[in-house]
């Protein structure tokens, strides 16, 4: 029997997979903003309370702009150039 990947564990070529979609963590953490209890999200969508409580954190402090992938291959591609540049110019 072939098991799932545990939550949070890397997958082929390094990347985590989240368990949970950004637009899913945004609109509950701004239900709770808004007024609603965590213990009544948390029913409401099978998340601990206290994992909503975080995620409305996070998008308390840094708005619209959070659970954003984050770029590994930009930022690979940038140390290869500047490698490059380092080889050619010594």
Known sequence: MKCPPIVGQ????????????RDLKIIIANEFLSGESSEILSK???ISA???R????VVAIHGGN???PTPHLRH??????ALKLM???N
């Open 87 to 89: 080889w050619t110019n």
């Open 66 to 68: 959070v659970f954003q």
């Open 54 to 57: 975080y995620w409305s954190q």
């Open 76 to 81: 690979a591609e940038a140390r290869l150039q």
């Open 10 to 21: 890397p997958i082929t070529g390094g990347l985590f997979m989240s368990k949970y979609s």
């Open 44 to 46: 409401k969508y099978a």
């Open 50 to 52: 206290r994992q909503i």
